[in-house]
């Protein structure tokens, strides 16, 4: 009885600590929660894209538990700093390492319970909401999902369980190896001593940044462009905890060597105390810079790509409808069509078709593509294609009166402009780009950035391919208009290749609306986070600066100098991070781009307002959280 009694009381003295840890843990599990629910769906399983929705919710859901650990693992960490002095106070009055283990226990038990009972609440009354954006995600309005899923449930269940078993074991490990002594002065720091390895790790730190950052900008959009995009994120990872634990450090003491800029009052005390706090904190101070950095680029992809998907579907097809096959189009083929139209009661009209050359596979090389040929025989350096249009059927699709010598070209490149003096084929051109081109496509949805040459005539020897387009009428849903598409497609078999813009936006709003849903989620949970990361930042940063308000009126400043100088070096510090997640945002998004490319994705003004918008998004919530949590700091910096 007297455990419950000490563990009650605790909870009651640190109301400060343990109130935002368990809002904030209960939160992460009814996220977690919700995950759980969309797996187990059963609807969502009935649907065309169903299979890549539920993947891309499992990454989802697996990154969550992720960040989950990786935050319960970091406040257990601040909780036990806070306790042990405590823990250190019961041992000297006599309780043995049995009674502060069945304290630890005690607690933990008391953190599950509250965690995992208020978590579940909050998922199932907000799974609904959930489930209600994520239907107007995939514009899908009968999703059903019932009140409580029981596997939801029993799968969070088990796995908040299993996260707060290793966080007990943890701390019971930490108390068979410590004495009362060290318990007492868990909180105190050694003085840091810095070696040439820490030197080494600074520099080392700035490299990888550079390094990262450089692959970033030289990335081509090929099949490797995801894999160096995962390559930079494990770089800047390991690039940013350096530089803000090592590398601010180094920069800090260069300023402190120049006597001439820091023996000066308003220096002095600056660089001192930033030197102190990134010696402590810079740890952290990455953390919340990667956590951030994962906002904005989680946000700025998912977004991106859906409020883009009309581009998308666009670029795959100009019309409604896009038939491509190697022989020209036939009567049967026209009949076959008009069949399906009958049966779905659909209006064919706006019929165009024309014989361009077929796919040709390559890379530029400066002013001249390196002609590969078919998909077959492309290789790691493959990132383009080129489709030749004759000037004929250039002026008949378009109105226009064009008229072209024979080494001159048009050249339609949405991806990267190419015009000038161009070698292609063999043949070298004087082309002009088109900044627009109605009747461009993707036949073989392909990856590879595409341009299209408009010359006087096709080269000789490259094959073809037949070209049918048109938009049709239809009274009814969006559903009756996919299902006229596939039914096309089954008709007219194997050898033609059938692209409806309906079907490509169906199947990209699913795949794009579950990317969003999903990466709305991660970056609350990863917001979460770093608010958690944030406030206790301010609680131990109270706490230190307590003690310097102290020291530094003793050496005669004014309370009110002390005041603005630690104010001022806090805002500095906590400024830092989401300076360092713009830089990386910043690098990350011409990578970005180029897998976007691959998707046909060639908006930029979309690009560049979207990566705006979120940014500010961020610096005014950051900037509120920070205004929030220094009223806590506040707080404890004036007790006496």
């Given at each position: 009885m007297l455990f419950f009694k000490l563990v009650n009381s605790s909870f009651r003295r640190n109301g400060r600590?343990?109130?935002?840890?368990?809002?904030?843990?209960?939160?992460?599990?009814a996220i977690n929660y919700i995950f759980q629910a969309i797996d187990a769906n059963q609807s969502l399983k009935q649907l065309d894209a169903g299979a890549a929705i539920r993947a891309l919710s499992s990454l989802g859901a697996n990154f969550i538990l992720l960040?989950?650990?990786?935050?319960?693992?970091?406040?257990?960490?601040?909780?036990?700093?806070?306790?042990?002095?405590?823990?250190?106070?019961?041992?000297?009055?006599?309780m043995t390492s049995r009674n502060l283990a069945a304290l630890t226990i005690i607690e933990k038990c008391y953190l599950l319970a509250i965690s995992l009972v208020s978590g579940l609440v909050f998922g199932v009354i907000f799974e609904k909401l959930a489930?209600?954006?994520?239907?107007?995600?995939?514009?899908?309005?009968?999703?059903?999902?019932?009140?409580?899923?029981?596997?939801?449930?029993?799968?969070?269940?088990?796995?908040?369980?299993?996260?707060?078993?290793?966080?007990?074991?943890?701390?019971?490990?930490?108390?068979?190896?410590?004495?009362?002594?060290?318990?007492?002065?868990?909180?105190?720091?050694?003085i840091a001593r810095h070696g040439w390895l820490f030197k080494l790790a600074g520099v080392l730190g700035i490299a990888l940044l550079a390094w990262a950052y450089y692959i970033a900008l030289t990335t081509k959009p090929r099949v490797s462009a995801f894999t160096n995009f995962m390559a930079a994120v494990i770089l800047v990872v390991a690039g940013t905890y350096l530089l803000?634990?090592?590398?601010?450090?180094?920069?800090?003491?260069?300023?402190?060597?120049?006597?001439?800029?820091?023996?000066?009052?308003?220096?002095?005390?600056?660089?001192?105390?930033?030197?102190?706090?990134?010696?402590?904190?810079?740890?952290?101070?990455?953390?919340?810079?990667?956590?951030?950095?994962?906002?904005?680029?989680?946000?700025?992809?998912?977004i991106t790509l859906y409020a883009g998907i009309n581009d998308a579907v666009h670029s795959y097809t100009?019309?409604?409808?896009?038939?491509?096959?190697?022989?020209?189009?036939?009567?049967a083929q026209e009949k076959t069509i008009e069949k399906v139209a009958d049966q779905h009661h659909a209006t064919i009209k706006d019929r165009a078709s024309y014989r361009p050359t077929t796919v040709q596979n390559g890379y530029w090389q400066g002013s001249r593509f390196v002609n590969q040929g078919s998909v077959n025989n492309m290789t790691k350096k493959t990132t383009s294609s080129v489709i030749f249009v004759t000037a004929k059927d250039y002026n008949r699709l378009t109105g226009k009166h064009v008229?072209?010598?024979?080494?001159?070209?048009?050249?339609?490149?949405?991806?990267?402009?190419?015009?000038?003096?161009?070698?292609?084929?063999?043949?070298?051109?004087?082309?002009?780009?088109?900044?627009?081109?109605?009747?461009?496509?993707?036949?073989?949805?392909?990856?590879f950035s595409r341009s299209f040459v408009i010359v006087r005539d096709l080269p000789k020897g490259m094959p073809t391919m037949n070209v049918v387009s048109f938009n049709y009428g239809l009274n009814g849903s969006e559903k009756a208009h996919v299902n006229f598409e596939n039914d096309l497609t089954q008709a007219l078999g194997p050898n033609v290749s059938v692209m409806g813009q309906h079907y490509f936006r169906y199947m990209f709003t699913g795949l794009y609306g579950g990317l969003v849903f999903v990466g709305i989620m991660v970056s609350l949970a990863l917001g979460i986070t770093t608010t958690i990361v944030i406030y206790f930042k301010q609680i131990s940063e109270g706490y230190a600066d307590r003690e310097r308000f102290r020291t530094m009126q003793q050496v005669g400043l004014s309370e009110r100098e002390t005041t603005k100088s630690i104010h001022s070096q806090v805002l500095m510090v906590f400024m830092l991070p989401v300076a360092g997640a713009v830089i990386n945002l910043c690098f990350a998004a011409p990578l970005i781009k180029q897998i976007m490319t691959q998707l046909s994705f060639y908006n930029d003004r979309l690009m560049i307002t979207v990566a705006v918008a979120i940014t500010v998004a961020l610096l005014v919530v950051y900037l509120l959280i920070y205004g929030l949590t220094t009223h806590t700091y506040r707080r404890i910096v004036d007790e006496k």
């Open positions: 600590v343990y109130g935002p840890y368990l809002l904030a843990t209960g939160m992460l599990v960040v989950t650990f990786a935050f319960l693992l970091y406040v257990n960490h601040f909780l036990w700093q806070q306790r042990s002095s405590e823990l250190g106070l019961y041992s000297i009055l006599g489930f209600l954006g994520f239907g107007r995600l995939l514009q899908i309005r009968h999703l059903h999902q019932p009140w409580i899923s029981p596997t939801a449930l029993g799968k969070t269940a088990l796995y908040t369980t299993g996260f707060f078993l290793v966080l007990m074991l943890v701390d019971l490990v930490k108390l068979h190896r410590l004495n009362p002594n060290q318990l007492w002065h868990a909180t105190a720091k050694p803000f634990i090592a590398g601010s450090v180094l920069i800090l003491r260069f300023l402190q060597r120049r006597r001439n800029f820091y023996y000066r009052p308003r220096h002095f005390i600056a660089v001192s105390g930033m030197l102190q706090r990134m010696e402590q904190n810079g740890a952290s101070l990455a953390t919340i810079c990667l956590l951030c950095s994962a906002v904005l680029v989680a946000l700025f992809s998912s100009p019309k409604n409808v896009t038939l491509v096959a190697a022989q020209p189009y036939s009567r008229r072209l010598g024979q080494n001159q070209a048009l050249v339609y490149s949405p991806a990267k402009e190419h015009s000038g003096q161009l070698t292609i084929a063999g043949q070298r051109y004087a082309a002009k780009k088109l900044d627009k081109l109605d009747f461009a496509f993707n036949p073989e949805r392909s990856i």
